[in-house]
């Protein structure tokens, strides 16, 4: 299964991506944290997307496309794998068809804005492993402290209230569009994401049958 989850920031495709990822046994391909590490290891990437991603800005076309025609070409993409976070412009979609690598569906992750806020603003995330937390809706068994591997959890700061805006009408501009281009293409399922993660994951493996 060759696969690209698109949906909104906040909207849960990080967590469904996870759980896909064990269902077929692929692994997902994230940009986010990608490019996360590459800021925390302060490599030449990392310093040209720092200043972007803080303000809740795309990184431009061409280091993008450059960054995951490499990545998805190694040895463990063979089998399939799951894209959280590419393409998210047009011009990614248009490389990213016509290049070598095939996509079998895309899978839109439907949330209204109005939750989403919601979501994004009590999020934290740990600062050791990614895995994330909610102030409300998923609560960590010690305050502020990850369940997975005790590492500390913080607000991300692109998750601060005018940048989640922000990235929430980069979204819509920019990356909505590709739900017309992949289902004029016939790839394109819908599912809805729900209260219960797994309610939404068993739509999700629903609507990826057909
Ligand atoms: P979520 O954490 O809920 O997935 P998100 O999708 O906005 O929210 P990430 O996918 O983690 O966040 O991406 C963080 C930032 O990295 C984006 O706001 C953007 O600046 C940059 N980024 C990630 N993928 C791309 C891409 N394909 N093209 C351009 N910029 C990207
Ligand atoms: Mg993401």
């Not at 599912?191 to 990826?208: F, R, Y």
């Amino acid at each position: 299964m060759r696969l690209i989850l698109l949906a909104a920031p906040g909207a849960g495709k990080g967590t469904q991506a996870e759980k896909l990822s064990k269902h077929f046994d692929i692994p997902t391909i994230s940009t986010g944290a990608i490019l996360r590490q590459n800021i925390k290891d302060g490599t030449e990437l990392g310093k040209v997307v720092k200043g972007l991603i803080d303000k809740g800005q795309l990184v431009p076309d061409d280091v993008m496309i450059q960054l995951m025609n490499d990545r998805l070409s190694a040895d463990d993409c063979k089998n399939g794998f799951i894209l959280d976070g590419f393409p998210r412009t047009l011009t990614q979609a248009e490389a990213l068809d016509h290049s070598d690598i095939k996509i079998d569906k895309v899978l839109n992750i439907d949330v209204p804005d109005e939750k989403i806020i919601a979501r994004l603003s009590g999020r934290l995330e740990c600062s050791k492993c990614a895995t994330t937390f909610h102030k409300e809706y998923r609560k960590p068994a010690v305050d502020g402290v990850c369940d997975i591997c005790g590492g500390e959890l913080v607000v991300r700061d692109d998750d601060k209230p005018e940048t989640v805006k922000k990235r929430l009408a980069t979204y819509h501009e920019q990356t909505e569009p590709l739900l017309h281009f992949y289902a004029d293409k016939g790839m394109l399922r819908t599912a809805h994401g729900q209260e219960e993660i797994s309610d939404t994951t068993k739509e999700v493996l629903k609507v990826l049958e057909d």
